[in-house]
């Protein structure tokens, strides 16, 4: 069965980030380009699609419905690079739609699913980086069990670290099937290579590290009264961005009795909890389950 990306949180993404006729957006996380398509259709001025998978990009130029508007600027980058990419371009909305989309997440041959047995690869720009296997042989026991701990929770990471490591030394991982096959088998209702996977897949593309690093470039690239929307989806993401968010809006993150943190506000929060989808949303589109929207406005 052929999976179709649904864009999330779609009309809540077009009311936060205050669309205005004429505005300049970036969708960096450009994907199949659902939400562009969205701002573009709302009467954005002018969109950045930006995406570090070549294919996402390349695909949109072959078929997207937007493909030759002059108003749609496609460019292929990591959020890291996007500053040096947009130079002196002031930002109404920057939209940040985390994770994987059901077109990677899908395609047997990308590594990201177990579900059918492709290479274990995981690499969301397949030009750069190690490939999961070979950073499996590469890395460290340590190395994989705090990958993850760090991006997942897992209470277990240094048994399954254990048993991974062992695998890669002998050989016996060349699949994603032989991976998850390693961490099944599936007892309950989500397969216990569910979050492993996920875990894995966000130390194969520094996630985290990208978000830590652009973030703070992306709100000098908004306009004043500029917004800024995230979209994430799972706990470690989000906590991420909401601290960084709080630190930004002046409000304290630490839990020292003396507390030490800077209390220059930068920001207002917009979203105090986070936006979730609706019910009528989840009736359609299950894998939203998950998604959380936070927004901050730029202060003038
Ligand atoms: C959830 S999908 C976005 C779906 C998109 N909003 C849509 O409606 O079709 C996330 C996309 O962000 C890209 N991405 C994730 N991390 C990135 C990063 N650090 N730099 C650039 N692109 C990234 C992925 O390659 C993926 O295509």
Redesign the pocket.
């Known amino acids: 069965m052929e999976w179709v990306?649904?864009?999330?949180l779609?009309n809540e993404v077009i009311d936060f980030i205050d669309l205005k006729s004429g505005g300049v957006y970036a969708?960096?996380?450009?994907?199949?380009?659902?939400?562009?398509?969205a701002l573009l259709k709302g009467g954005a001025g002018c969109v950045w699609g930006?995406?570090?998978?070549l294919s996402?990009i390349e695909q949109y130029r072959k078929e997207g419905t937007y493909r030759q508007d002059p108003r749609l600027k496609l460019i292929q980058?990591?959020?890291?690079?996007?500053k040096a990419q947009a130079a002196s371009t002031q930002f109404d909305g920057i939209?940040?739609?985390?994770?994987?989309?059901?077109?990677?997440l899908t395609a047997p041959p990308r590594g990201f699913t177990f579900q059918t047995a492709g290479p274990l690869d995981m690499r969301?720009?397949q030009s750069e980086g190690p490939t999961l296997k070979e950073w499996l042989e590469a890395v460290s026991e340590e190395a994989i069990a705090d990958a993850l701990y760090w991006n997942a929770d897992l209470k277990n990471s240094r048994s399954l670290a254990r048993k991974i490591k062992k695998a890669a030394q002998e050989g016996k991982l060349e699949t994603t099937q032989d991976l998850a096959t390693l961490l099944g088998p599936r007892t309950g209702k989500a397969h216990p290579a569910t979050v492993p996977f996920m875990a894995l897949r966000m130390a194969i593309?520094?996630?985290l590290e990208?978000?830590q690093t652009?973030l703070p470039q992306l709100l000098t690239l908004l306009k004043p009264h500029g917004r800024l929307v995230v979209?994430t989806?799972h706990s470690t993401e989000d906590r991420l961005v909401k601290r960084m968010m709080k630190t930004w809006a002046g409000l304290c993150i630490c839990r020292e009795l003396v507390c030490l943190c800077s209390k220059t506000a930068h920001v207002k929060i917009l979203t105090k909890k986070p936006v979730e989808p609706s019910t009528e949303e989840l009736s359609h589109n299950p894998r939203s389950r998950s998604a959380k929207l936070r927004c901050i406005e730029k202060l003038a």
């Open positions: 990306h649904k864009s999330v779609v969708d960096m996380t450009f994907g199949e380009g659902g939400h562009t398509e930006s995406d570090r998978d996402a980058c990591r959020f890291t690079d996007f939209l940040l739609d985390l994770g994987v989309s059901t077109r990677q969301m720009d593309n520094q996630e990208q978000i652009a979209i989806f």
